[in-house]
């Protein structure tokens, strides 16, 4: 094992961090290579700077005109388009993200937690997760309706296990189904992954229920060391006044010393910049120093070193300026969100006329970009394709039990039409 992750490996020995790191996690460092070297002669390297191939000219990385001519004249620099971004990405983008993470989240106001890392996307930074805190064999907790993608990762890539709990209970969050599945697990370290709003259903707990949430997870904590992953792909897109409005990871990330939680979020919902793929990582526990948050920032830029090596620099240049300087910045998220409510509220009106079917139960939803039903034991596959080869209508099968319609690509005039041809199909097959 390399000397770098030793010392790592060392900071972290006595906190519930060391707990979950897999095999590879253990090995993982940042190397004081090329990416490091160059870092440190970007600052000190005043009369030539040989180390980072990227090719320059007067100061400038070398660049396709075609390309540097499509962004308005003068309004960035090359190296602002065409530099590599540091392994963390930039800085003050993650420093203005965390800033944004605390308005977003009151709760967080004074706490300590990580600064957010970029990652390429929401899905590499649960990607990281897996790698550095999964093993073959571990096993992770996680709702029984769930992004299809989970399997990828957990499952196929780092060969954990999956161990689903019943999401729903009299139409709330099951808790106690949670509970029961956690304390049901093998070891004395417990993996657990929430995601809110869940992508399929569009379900956020309320707020009691997200407290209760909370008060559970200290009791088991009593028991179990227990790392929560939290995915935060849709968040701030709640329709209802009782919903829980902060992320969970708000009450987790100082909750109890045996609570580690890592949460993965992104501005490709946030800030409508999907094609970009820029998300974040961040950490928090309680009873973390900066010492180990650094230690766990260095495994973290190693992971991503050997991977992707860096993320998106034009990306991130543009959506710090949006952020910094955009003069509809607040008013487009606003006009987002309002669109998503009326569609919401559409589609939630129009599904009180299908309460009595007996070929489909919408799940409970109250925010995010979709909704989805329960085929009551038909086959979701069988209704995706005769609905595609019939009515031209696209939608999803997950698992062949669950349809799920992301209402967010649909238009508000619409939604009447693309669910009468849903429940219209359903008839012409299973009645």
């Not at 766990?296 to 993320?311: D, E, H, M, P, Y």
Request: aromatic letters at 12%.
């Amino acid at each position: 094992m390399n000397e770098l992750a030793k010392e790592l490996n060392e900071t972290l020995k006595d906190t519930v961090v060391y707990s979950f790191l897999s095999r590879t996690g253990k090995r993982m460092y940042f190397p004081k290579g090329i990416v490091a070297q160059s870092a440190e002669a970007g600052e000190k390297a005043k009369n030539y700077n040989a180390t980072v191939g990227l090719a320059t000219k007067n100061g400038e990385p070398i660049h396709l005109s075609d390309i540097y001519s499509s962004f308005k004249d003068g309004l960035y620099k090359p190296k602002e388009i065409f530099n590599y971004a540091p392994g963390g990405g930039d800085k003050e983008l993650r420093a203005l993200w965390k800033k944004e993470m605390i308005k977003k989240n009151p709760t967080l106001e004074g706490k300590k937690f990580s600064d957010p890392l970029v990652t390429a996307g929401l899905t590499h930074a649960i990607s990281l997760a897996a790698t550095l805190f999964l093993d073959e064999g571990d096993e992770i907790v996680c709702p029984d309706l769930f992004w299809d993608n989970y399997d990828l990762i957990f499952t196929d890539l780092v060969d954990a296990k999956i161990i689903p709990f019943t999401f729903f209970k009299d139409g709330k969050l099951n808790i106690e189904g949670l509970r029961r599945a956690l304390l049901s697990a093998k070891k004395d370290e417990v993996r657990l992954i929430l995601n809110f709003p869940n992508n399929p259903t569009g379900y956020t707990p309320s707020h009691s229920e997200a407290m209760a949430l909370v008060e559970m997870l200290k009791e088991v904590a009593k028991d179990k060391k227990i790392l929560v992953i939290v995915d935060d792909a849709y968040f701030g897109l709640f329709y209802e006044e009782e919903t829980e409005k902060e992320s969970i990871f708000s009450y987790l990330c100082d909750a109890d010393e045996n609570i580690f939680v890592i949460k993965g979020d992104a501005a490709t919902k946030e800030q409508m910049v999907w094609g970009f793929r820029i998300g974040f990582i961040s950490y928090g526990a309680k009873g973390l120093e900066d010492r180990h948050y650094q230690a766990l920032t260095n495994k973290t830029l190693g992971a991503i070193r050997c991977t992707v090596s860096n993320c998106d620099r034009p990306g991130q240049t543009l959506l710090l300026d949006a952020m910094k300087n955009g003069a509809h910045y607040e008013e487009d998220k606003q006009k987002l969100f309002d669109e998503m409510a009326l569609r919401y509220a559409i589609l939630k009106k129009e599904l009180e006329n299908y309460e009595d079917s007996n070929l489909l139960r919408a799940y409970p939803f109250n925010s995010g970009y979709f909704m989805a039903f329960d085929t009551l034991g038909h086959s979701a596959e069988e209704l995706r394709r005769y609905l595609l080869d019939k009515y031209s209508v696209g939608a999803v099968s997950i698992f062949d039990k669950t349809f799920r319609v992301a209402y967010c690509s649909v238009e508000p005039e619409k939604i009447k039409d693309l669910i009468a041809l849903i429940y219209k199909a359903a008839g012409e097959l299973w009645n």
